[in-house]
């Protein structure tokens, strides 16, 4: 059977699910806080090796300094207010998605923090804002290849621990495709971030969004439906706990790889 990276250095960063022709691997939570590791389905698994080849921890991709920074945000007033960063990440999805490409981000759904595929300006939104917590990557992968191989230039946005599994995955340098990893603070697990929102609703309610931001304020706002009516809890940053374990670096709340 395959040896993949130890719990200690894996990323999570689903290469190796994606790559496996037979499906024979899943990410899965595991341990207390739910952070997500390959398991491999022994029964499927026919040893090709594929995945082990992938991986980025242990086939470590080559890194080369910045040669020059720059510091940049949205011209526009409302889309600059509108966003937790500046805008600049959707200032390069408008960009690429004029030029006829698709953008990968991450979006908040419900109490679901994925990355998803967006070709349409009207969708930018959907990515906007921060997100204080690992997205689940699914098979994505393998849609950033298919774009890649019609020839559709394709920006990636995400941590610097996705965007080396996509270059692990892929195995080569693709001329149309704009990798944006972010500074990375650390990754606490989805199942700990809904541990805590579910302690903060009632009964019965529906999470529809989480703003870890709410625009450029420090409010963490969440939109929740009852049965008739919709309500929306703020919290003022520096008073969740979630936030405030996050931002004071409490080391057993991230991936040990972090």
Not at 81 to 100: M, P, Y
Not at 105 to 117: K, L, T
Not at 126 to 131: D, F, H, M, P
Not at 155 to 168: D, M, T, V, Y
Request: proline letters at 3%; a positive charge.
């Amino acid at each position: 059977m395959p040896t993949l990276a130890q719990k200690n250095t894996c990323t999570a960063c689903a290469a190796c699910m994606n790559t496996c022709g037979k499906d024979a691997i899943k990410m899965k939570p595991q341990g207390r806080l739910g952070h997500l590791y390959p398991l491999i389905d022994i029964e499927r698994c026919v040893e090709c090796g594929m995945c082990e080849k992938v991986c980025p921890v242990l086939n470590p991709i080559s890194l080369n300094s910045p040669q020059t920074a720059y510091a940049g945000w949205a011209k526009s007033e409302e889309e600059n207010k509108k966003s937790t960063s500046g805008g600049a990440a959707s200032v390069l999805s408008r960009k690429v998605i004029k030029e006829g490409g698709v953008v990968y981000g991450c979006a908040n759904i419900g109490m679901e923090v994925m990355h998803m595929r967006i070709e349409k300006e009207d969708d930018i939104d959907i990515l906007r804002g921060s997100k204080y917590v690992q997205s689940t990557m699914g098979l994505i992968m393998k849609q950033i290849k298919q774009d890649l191989v019609t020839g559709r230039q394709v920006l990636f946005l995400g941590s610097p621990c996705q965007c080396a599994g996509i270059r692990g995955f892929l195995r080569k340098s693709c001329e149309n495709l704009i990798l944006v990893d972010l500074i990375c603070h650390g990754v606490p697990s989805l199942q700990l971030l809904q541990e805590h929102v579910n302690s903060m609703i009632e009964k019965g309610q529906t999470v529809k969004h989480i703003y870890f931001r709410d625009g450029n304020s420090y409010e963490f706002s969440l939109i929740v439906k009852n049965t008739e009516e919709e309500e929306i809890y703020r919290s003022n940053l520096w008073k969740q706990r979630y936030h405030d374990a996050y931002y004071n670096i409490i080391l057993p709340l991230f991936r040990t790889s972090c």
